[in-house]
């Protein structure tokens, strides 16, 4: 079923030089080469998604929901193949494989329903007045796609944030053609998935230039596909080096374009008194099990714990220590990542500002989780101990009062999430701690672990910076589809000529505000 | 009423060295000397403003309304020397001032209502559900204001686009906290605005904060502002080199932030045949009225007129020299303005690709309109023909069928607006231009002009780079509050702690949309 192309539109090519993927367990390549494409790959896939813009920008909502459910159930035909090639190259356990699969899956079943519900075109309507001096035009708003988009992948999900991820989704369910850069980390996955698309647009009898998928292990190709002046957005989760590199592209581009890059968060959990004096065992074993979750290989993983120093804290290490310690080290997605990992952890633990309180069992091949502690003057001074190791490593911040925690908050970055675990008599207190939270991050919640993210209308995955380049946005749920779209209004323009949205019949039946009130379902 | 004071919220602080503002009429210097503002002031203007900011933030939909009708009361009982002061600094003329003044007024007002109608939150809710497996947890989304918005003023619109214009308006709307940067053009009607505002916050006895005023005529000081960690966004209006400056200080922060600049169009005006053939005379008339509205000093002024040649367009061409010859050379904004517009317009009178068709009288002081013919080719191979000459000044592109008119558009860069002059037999092939319209431009307008926009709901005033730095958005009609907003994401919070628009009881009774549905209203 797959063969190694680069698929444009329609055209499978294949170019030198190839490369294979790995078998992340032990680090062994795959039997299959892979084309790298090229920069003339690049121009032409970038060419046919810019000749199929129009033409799928103006498909009804339902065709659109309807190509976007054709993917989904494509997806879901290649069946135990796409399992077992990506169990393979991520070392990722089928349970988790099979839940990402139903989670990309729903999510496109989600964009087609939002798609239909077309509150995303924003319609807003300001009837002509004739006889006001002076006369005031018929004034008509809707959102338009912003044309193609380049997307690349994680590594950390190949299934969700790749191929055909919330950010091909969430283009596609705006209108936009997508071109996708493939992650090298997951090159059959991304091939089978790619293939599934091709044959979703195909059974659409849709643009073939509204998908193509470009292999390769370069970061030239990325770059190459940000410059190229067909590309009108970018969507992005990685590394923070490779969200920065391709935002600085972008932004020296004659025509500049927005880049919605996923980067990195420490995803700091704060631990409030009462609630750590009630459970602080409990609160321990539950932080564990989110920090080893998929070898702590999650945007939303958490890194920093915030706390109060005293008895109760000394509760919360003796636990997590007795829980990281028992922890099994895990098979990590890359050796790259793993390497990395290893070298982060190394890096604290020879740092004198951080004191290790436990680390899982030594494994060669395999990373193992690593839990450090750090006084809050040092967590202030010392910025190394803010940087994201991605994998399952976190600093334990410790603090003599609230003050302290809320300095430690104030010291942050923007995050993705950021989680306060609080008890009734924490309230009072509490309440001056959530606005510096919300201040923060995208996402904020209680009692609970940032691991697990809903795909729902009111998710926001995003943040300030350097959560994300654009802390406006998310990049999870249906909201995700607002950074492919942009406003345009028509003024005074025949019924006949105007886009069917804001046709005056709304043959679309499709909800709008007429002179700032909402029509009636 | 006025002394040249920088404002920091409630303190007026006076600081060399000082300048005047000028007669526009004469050149004459004001008799009023003004502070320019420092490095300590931006300091101590922003950290007021970031202090302020979480109480605004959280303020009632009810008083962040009211709050805006009392500066559009305070700037109606200024009364007439806000007129007489504007007169002076700027030469335009009354009945333009007082409709300026008008609309000013009417935005505060509009956001006031937009505010109250809290669809601007877009309150998202997907309640708990505790027997799915896992269960999901309880998601509210709603926006929240990006915090300080530094607001930098245009020139031509010294009320509307200035201390309390748009952009001011609508971050006041978001929830935001606004450090104006006073143009230097008209401090005196800056200062007076500026109290204006001073005393409605008073009046509502909201954080001092929330508004200062930092006269002067250095980029040093905007450089400041925009350098500043508390500031979180930026509203421009302006020239494209001072846009585009500020995104790069904005860029290269330690922590980017938006910058909303609105920057150089030359609006193209589409001749179709039919139209052209059916009414090249009051085409032409209406034309030139536009071209010289205001002495052609609008954003949304008719630069560039596409059409295809022949004996109609040379109708055209003869109604349009008849009217251009005729019009009045009209007292420019600023000297340095005029200065520039002399200079754009004998640049066009050098340059052998493009034909003087008319000028205006000539006049030492006043801008007289010019009047351009290039061909197709010349337009496609010259770039300095699509440059904006700020004023009066259009170039005729002339071409030799449709398919040479759409190139013509296609070379265009992004554009505020794009006009098309149709008749019912122009349809077909109008159909085939709107998509390259709609790709270029933030507003679409048929048979009218663009000079005049409308502040309501649907209006766009934006459009793709380099019309604006961020072509997603608009800085006229309610959509623009959208600037200066993010979502946030809250999880299991608990009710108490909850930000009163995601509570339980919706106790402010505003629109929300729940599991993917409205709520009725």
Redesign the interface.
Known sequence: MIDGSILIGREARQRAPKFTGFDATNGDAGPQYFSTAGNEDVADACLLAASAA?SFATLSPEARASFLEAVAYEIEAIGDDLIANVMVESGLPRPRLEGERARTINQLRLFA??VR?G?WLDI???PAMPDRT?P??D???MN?P??PVAVFGASNFPLAFSVAGGDTASAFAAGCPVVVKGHPAHPATGELVARAIGRAVAACDLHPGIFSYLPGASNELGGALVADPRIKAVGFTGSRAGGLALAAIA?TRE??I?VYAEMSAINPVILMPHALNARAEDLARDFVTSLTLGAGQFCTNPGIVIAMDGPDLDRFFAAATGAVTAASPQVMLTAGIHLAFTKGVAALRANPNADLLAVGPAHSTCGSAALFAASAEAFASDASLREEVFGASSVVVRCKDIDAMARAIGGL??QLTATIH?D?ED?PT??RI??LL??K????????WPT?V?V?????H?G???AT??????SVG??AMARF??????????D??LPVPVKHDNPWKL?R?I??E?EP?
Do not use: H, K
């Not at 729902?456 to 926001?460: H, I, Q």
């Open positions: 129009e329903s939002e519900a509150l807003t309507i300001d002076p005031r035009p004034l008509r708003r338009v912003l044309g932004a025509e500049p927005p970055e923007g609080l009734p309230e509490a309440s959530l606005p919300q201040g991050a995208g996402r904020i919640l209680a009692n609970g697990g809903e729902t209308w009111a998710m926001v995003g300030p910076f350097p380049t654009d802390g406006r946005s998310t249906t909201l779209l942009r406003p345009v209004c028509y003024q005074d323009i025949p006949e000529l909800p505000r002179d700032g909402r379902a």
